[in-house]
């Protein structure tokens, strides 16, 4: 199943785990809708075939939602007596951290084995370098920003571009260090908005005409992206001030090639850990390596930003 805000390397991700269920020769089903699904009991039976043409395809086609019922204990008696009923004895969840905390709940209740595959573009999952779709987001978002560094360019303007992240900043400095941007803001880093003004009165007396400023959402230096325009615009009326937030189109996309590769690897390694009876696990990356992490660490803890990559940003915004 499927949960939380999908991301590229999903479908890859299930398409794994049929697979190696049928090489197993292990019956596999798929549950629509994630938890609540699992409480409408909406399942269906998967086969190799089942899953063909779908590894380059954005998204998950077995859908993903939000479930406030599974929040209660009796619907998860629900799904759990759903589960029994269909003869499924094992679950993988793609998803990030609500759907990594619903499937250590479920477990603790009921003792069901569980095995995770972390799907999230945030990369905000501790037990693993690289989240499902955190690699194709990143190169969704550099393309589009050196498109918009085209128009900055030709009309002289400073751009702030929103991108994802509301808790790290992983998306933001690194599209932000690929595609040249002038300032990188996020919420490990509080640069201040003093700070902020002094850098692009630098950037203007050296020369730059046009100007990036990539922000996080979950920044600090100001409330939103527009409060950080407005503040630009009366202290530095030189500049002509665009906002850019890019918003869901980062989600979307043909999963890259290390998506796509990093979702098969990761289907192997959950069926499988499974079937030597592991469970409360999440399947991680880790030193190009695919390693188990507790699931309750993998919730609890934080990926933490690479503060080599934040001083490399700081030489290359001189």
Known sequence: MTSGGDSPGMNAAIRSVVRTCAYHNIACAGIYRGYQ???????????????????????TFLKSARSQDFRTKEGREK????????????????????TFTGALIFNEEFNFPVMGIPGTIDNDIAGTSHTLGYDTALNT???????????????????????MGRDVGHIALNVGVGAGAEEILIPEEDLGLDRLLDSLRKSKKSGK????VVVAEGD????????????????LPEYEVRVSVLGHMQRGGSPSCFDRVLASRMGVKAVESLLDGKSNLMVGLVNDKIQL??????????????????????????
């Open 209 to 212: 005409s046009s100007s990036i």
């Open 220 to 235: 600090k230096t100001g409330r939103n992206v527009f409060e950080l325009k407005d503040y630009v615009d009366e202290n």
């Open 141 to 163: 978002v550099v393309e589009v920003i050196d498109k918009i560094r085209d128009t900055a360019h030709s009309h002289n303007r400073l751009f702030f571009v929103e991108v």
């Open 79 to 98: 799904a759990y007596n759903n589960l029994t009923k269909a003869g499924i004895d094992a679950l993988v969840t793609i998803g990030g951290d609500g």
């Open 37 to 59: 699904g699992m409480i409408d009991g909406d399942f269906i039976d998967l086969d190799a075939r089942s899953v063909r043409g779908i590894i380059n395809k954005g998204g």
């Open 293 to 318: 992490t507790p699931l309750e660490k993998a919730i609890k803890g934080q990926s933490k930003i690479n503060k080599e990559l934040i001083r490399v940003s700081e030489i290359m915004t001189t």
